[in-house]
C-alpha cells in the first residue's frame, strides 16, 4: 500500500542541475527516514543521501557539497537538489522509505526510479 512516485529525471550537461521528487503515500510520512539511492548501469545500487523525520541529513563522499536532501512533511515529499552534475552521476535514482516504527520484517519501500543522464 506504501506507493513512492519519483520525478525529475532527464537528461542534462555537465555542470547542470536537476531537482528530483519523491511523493509518498499510504503511511505516517513525518515518522518515516527518507532516501535517496541510485544504480549506475552495471553497478551496484548505492545510498546517495538520507534523511531523518527530524531532518538530520547524511551523504555519501562523492555528492557531498553538490547535492542537497530536504524533506516538506506537508506534501509527504522528499527532494534531491543535485548541482555541478557530473557525467559520472548518471544512474537510475531510487526513492526509499523507512518506517522507524516497524522494526520486525520488512520496513522499507522503494520507488519506480528515475532516470539521470549528464552528458559531457
Known amino acids: 500500500q506504501v506507493q513512492l512516485v519519483e520525478f525529475g529525471g532527464g537528461l542534462v550537461q555537465a555542470g547542470g542541475s536537476l531537482r528530483l521528487s519523491c511523493l509518498a503515500s499510504?503511511?505516517?510520512?513525518?515518522?518515516?527516514?527518507m532516501g535517496w539511492y541510485r544504480q549506475a548501469l552495471g553497478n551496484q545500487r548505492e545510498l546517495v543521501a538520507t534523511?531523518?523525520?527530524?531532518?538530520?541529513?547524511n551523504y555519501t563522499d562523492s555528492v557531498k557539497g553538490r547535492f542537497t536532501i530536504s524533506r516538506d512533511n506537508d506534501k509527504n515529499t522528499v527532494y534531491l537538489q543535485m548541482n555541478s552534475l557530473k557525467p559520472e552521476d548518471t544512474a537510475v535514482y531510487y526513492c526509499?522509505?523507512?518506517?522507524?516504527?516497524?522494526?520486525?520484517?520488512?520496513?522499507?519501500?522503494w520507488g519506480q526510479g528515475t532516470q539521470v543522464t549528464v552528458s559531457s
Open positions: 526509499n522509505l523507512r518506517k522507524t516504527w516497524v522494526t520486525r520484517g520488512n520496513n522499507y519501500y
Open positions: 534523511i531523518t523525520p527530524g531532518g538530520m541529513a
Open positions: 499510504g503511511t505516517v510520512f513525518s515518522f518515516a527516514s
